[in-house]
Every structure is written in C-alpha cells, then in structure tokens.
C-alpha cells in the first residue's frame, strides 16, 4: 500500500485519524510537536506515543516526501538546498541569513510549485515550465530539513522559490495555516509573505478570505508594455486593477503591501519613479528594490549611481522604500535563479 505524507494533514484532519485509530484528539498537537517543533524524522522517536500506534502511523504514512539531493553554500553564508521528490522532480529552498551571521534573522524561501508557468523573462525557474504543484507536505517539508541540516530555527518564511503561489492556492493556504499552528513551528503570520507575480483573481480571493500573512507582489516596471515584455501575467493581469483593487479592498488594518521591484537599466528612470507613485497613490504600499541579478536573461542591470538616483526619487515622493541586498549569487541561490539545477537550466 502507497504510504501519504502525514504533513499533508491539518490539525482537524489529525483528530479525525487519531478517531478513527481509537485515539483521543490531544494526539494532534503532540503529532504536530513532534514532527515540527522537534522536527523528528521517523514515527519511532514519538515516546509518548504506544508502541502500537507507532506502528500503526508507519504503515499508513510517510514523514518526509522530499530528500536531500544537494547542498551549497555561499560565501555570503547564504545555504541553497535541492531535494528530490518522491515522483522524481526537483525542487530548491534557500536559507538566508540576512546580516551574514547565524544570530541574524534568518529566512527560509521555500517552493510552491515544480517550475512555473509565469514565464517571467528574468527567472531561471521559468525556463523549466510548468511540471506540477507541490503539495503541502512537500512545501512544510523543506522547512523541516532545511532546519535539520543547517541545525538553524528560521523565525521567517518566503514564497518566493520556485513557482506561483496563487496558482496553488490551496496548498499554498493549508502549509501557511500549519506553519502558524502554536503545536508546530508557531511562526507568526507577520512573518509569513506569500508573494505573487500579479494573478488579480488570487489577490481578490486572498483579500476576500481575509488570509493574514504578509503580500508582496512583483512589479518590475511602471509602463505596461515594457511590463509585459518581462512578465506575460500583465497582459491578463493588468497592474492598473491591481492598484484599483487594492484600493477598493486592501485593508486599511492591514500591514501594507510589498511591491517587489527588480531594478534593471531601463525600468529606473525619473519617470519611473513619477508613475509609480500615480499608479499606487491610495493603495498602502511600500517598496522593496532590488538589482537585477546575473543570468541568462539578455536583461541589464543598472549602475550604483543609477540606483541611487532612483532611491533619491522615491524617497522625495515619500515612496517607503528598502533595497534589498542580494544573497547567495555565486550559488545561483539568488532572486531569480532557482532553477532545480537537475533541469539543465544550470546557473550560468
Ligand atoms: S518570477 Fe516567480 S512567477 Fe515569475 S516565472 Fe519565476 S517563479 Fe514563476
């Protein structure tokens, strides 16, 4: 019999297992203890669990659905991870230590798909196209073994890896739910961001449901025809509703929205700067720049001293900005180069 991914489960769906095993229900949040905060790896170290349900739970399910394939270590200190899925796929998560240190923050970006089918003209993992979502299991996964083999405890998680987390709402949705859970990893919601490339209908529905993690969306340009020529998603996804929606529904008890902006040549001009603020002028935004990274993408980045004039722009517009340091680029680890090196799209 095919074993599930008991990571797969949500704390309801947990009682009801344990149900159905003659359990009581406070057997959830020990399930979910151990296999997040203690972070085991098989069903025999849960001792406060019977012998017997022990062994019942290993012949119903799996622990982990993804394996270690390779991992890489930047100079900078950033750690990139390739696991290998139970069908055979590859996928990639980073660790990021944001002040280069281990007593820093420490950030995990972790995958919500197989590739992607965004097709954004500056990634590396839209080359490999779309192959399959990944499951929730799958997406907790990572973060356990990243934890386990840095011997690190994140306190912040991304999705921003690989693929497009609306196009897998749910399971994107379910995986934040059980990081959140106080049994489990307890990682506050506030340190959760779900960032997407601009689906209209999954911002709608991630308002509209009230999720509370962070949103950041990628912007990358403020005219949309040099937009599109980067990211296909604005022709049906258009960044103009994008503002009007969030708007008309963002709320205003909300942390604001990130818009991520990647910073090339020709998309930080003065004029840039100017439309953004029309575009987003009620929308509760702030920025997060960052210059563009190397790769195969035909695409340039700018100079120190163009982006320093743009930053000088945006501040004067009172436009609340971060620029973001890039991590892990001699490992091909960084913002639009995962790319499940197993696919031959290697880091160049
Ligand atoms: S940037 Fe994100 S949405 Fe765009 S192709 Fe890459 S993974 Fe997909």
Known sequence: M??????????????????????????ASQL??????KNVDSFDAMTNFSKNLRSRLEELYLISPIALEERAISSDGTEKYLFRTVDGHFIESVL???DGSEEGRLTICISSQV?????????????????????PA???????QVRRLSGLKNDNIVFMGMGEPFMNYENVMKAAEIMNYSFGF????????ISTCG?????????????????????NDTVPEKRAEVMPVEKANPMTKIAELLERKFPISRNRVTLEYVMRADNISREDAGRL???????????????????????????????????????????????????????GAACGQLAGTRYGAANS
């Open 138 to 144: 799958e997406i907790l996964d990572q973060i356990c």
């Open 277 to 331: 603020r029309k575009i987003f002028r009620r929308g509760r935004i702030k920025l997060n720049l960052i210059r563009l990274n190397r790769g195969d993408h035909g695409l340039t980045p700018p100079s120190e001293s163009e982006v320093a004039a743009f930053v000088r722009e945006l501040e004067i517009m009172n436009v609340p900005i971060t620029v973001r340091k890039s991590f892990g680029d001699d490992i």
């Open 186 to 193: 307890h990682i506050s919601v506030r340190r959760i961001t």
């Open 2 to 27: 095919k074993k599930s991914p008991i990571k797969n489960l949500s704390a309801s769906e947990a009682e009801s297992l344990f149900a159905e095993l003659g359990e009581k229900p406070y057997r």
């Open 115 to 135: 590739g992607c089918p965004m097709g954004c003209r500056f990634c590396r993992t839209a080359k490999i196209g779309f192959r399959r979502n990944l499951s």
């Open 96 to 98: 990021i230590k944001r």
């Open 199 to 219: 689906l209209i209908k999954g911002i709608e529905r991630y308002i509209d449901e009230k999720r509370p993690y962070n949103l950041a969306i990628s912007l």
């Open 32 to 37: 979910f203890n151990w296999l997040y905060e």
